[in-house]
């Protein structure tokens, strides 16, 4: 089924109260190019789930042509209707756009043209534009004399197409899930926040999304979580930690190599195995990080390492401190003045020599329950 038509409704009026009991409404349509781009991109997502186009912008699966128009505030009709709404401004049109940031800078550009224009007495006139990445204006294609009016003429040897309503059932009960239902399924399901649900959607062309569900699915089995305490741990890794990665590629596009599918540069298996292994005990989080970081660079390198692999390779399987070595730290940080003040009662002052055993932990083996428990019993045995 063809768009016919896309048309983006005004925004409501924002209201400002002035001293003096003034209320001014401002009917200013702000927001119109972040607007414009996530329409196109909610326009893909939606074609992509039901298989209509499955190649990004970038891939020349879409592209986008968008209207400009500006009018001069202190103009009441500016002698042009579009879509059925009168007093607008000579718009122009942009065409073949071919990224979701060009949508954006491009409509910025021209609407800063058009003002920078009008303001200094120009004419707007109605003509196509072009769009370069990375530039900072709209050049001039060619002139339009006046409003196209695209007369479409049925074509004889063409036959028409009729489309049963059998086959319309069949797709209604086979599509998969749209991206509003699924950013539903991911924040009630799978307890992600309505934020990180719609970024995993956008994300790779929906292929954060497939990864983070082939993770889920990897770790549940080998977890004794519930289904929302795993998909935010999950979407934490996948969104943050990961997305933490890409600054040593910030020039590329795709740093993860994340295919639409789910593919990636990391293994599902082994951030599922990664993951597991940090909730249970068996590497601290600071060695966690250090072990997704090597399997990027890895990866980047070529290298086949597993998470076990990489681990074992540099040695960060968690060694917990034994009770002598527990209380060798506490020693070692003891204040007797300090100490002094938590036998009187302050007991906030204990907080600060935990502070002071957490931070002379340099490879994460400090438990800190167990360490203030040690630490109160050597602070306690010093009592009078």
């Not at 990665?245 to 596009?253: G, I, M, Q, R, Y």
């Not at 068996?282 to 990080?289: E, R």
């Amino acid at each position: 089924m063809g768009i016919k038509q896309i048309q983006m409704e005004q925004d409501t009026a924002k209201t400002i109260s002035e001293p003096g009991g003034i209320h001014l409404l401002d009917f200013n349509r702000i927001h119109h190019p972040s607007t414009a781009a996530a329409l196109v991109r909610k326009v893909q997502q939606i074609l992509d789930a039901v298989d209509a186009c499955v190649l990004g912008m970038e891939s020349g699966g879409l592209r986008a042509d968008v209207n400009v128009s500006v009018k001069r505030r202190d103009v009441e009709d500016g002698g042009h209707e579009y879509s059925g709404v009168k007093n607008l401004g000579q718009r122009t049109e942009i065409k073949n756009l071919s990224s979701f940031k060009s949508v954006e800078d491009a409509i910025i550009a021209e609407r800063d043209r058009q003002i920078e224009l009008l303001e200094s007495g120009g004419v707007v006139e109605g003509e196509t534009r072009g769009w370069t990445i990375n530039a900072t204006e709209t050049k001039r294609l060619r002139g339009k004399e006046g409003e196209v009016d695209y007369r479409y003429m049925p074509d004889p040897d063409i036959a028409p197409v009729y489309i049963e309503q059998d086959l319309i059932d069949h797709l209604q009960q086979t599509l998969g899930a749209l991206p509003d239902e699924e950013i539903k399924l991911l924040s009630t399901d799978f307890g992600l926040t309505v934020k990180d649900a719609m970024s995993l959607i956008s994300l790779n062309n929906g292929g954060r999304y497939e990864y983070f569900r082939n993770v889920v699915d990897e770790l549940l089995p080998l977890s004794n979580q519930d289904l929302p305490t795993t998909g935010r741990l999950v979407g934490n890794w996948v969104l943050h930690e990961m997305g933490g990665l890409t600054h040593v590629l910030a020039d590329e596009e795709n740093p993860l190599r994340m295919t639409s599918d789910g593919d990636c540069i990391i293994k599902h298996q082994d951030l599922a195995s990664l993951i597991h292994l940090y909730t249970t005990d068996k590497i601290t989080g600071k060695s966690a990080k250090r072990v997704l970081q090597l399997l990027f660079v890895n990866a980047l390198e070529g290298k086949e390492k597993s998470t076990h692999e990489v681990i074992e390779e540099q040695g960060l399987w968690f060694m917990p401190l034994s009770e002598e070595e527990y209380e060798e730290l506490a020693r070692s940080v003891l204040d007797m003045e300090v100490v002094k003040q938590i036998l009187a009662g302050k007991e906030g002052k204990v907080k600060f020599l935990l502070g002071q055993m957490m931070r002379s932990d340099r490879d994460g083996r400090v438990d800190p329950r167990r360490a203030e428990g040690v630490l109160r019993g050597v602070i306690e045995g010093l009592r009078e």
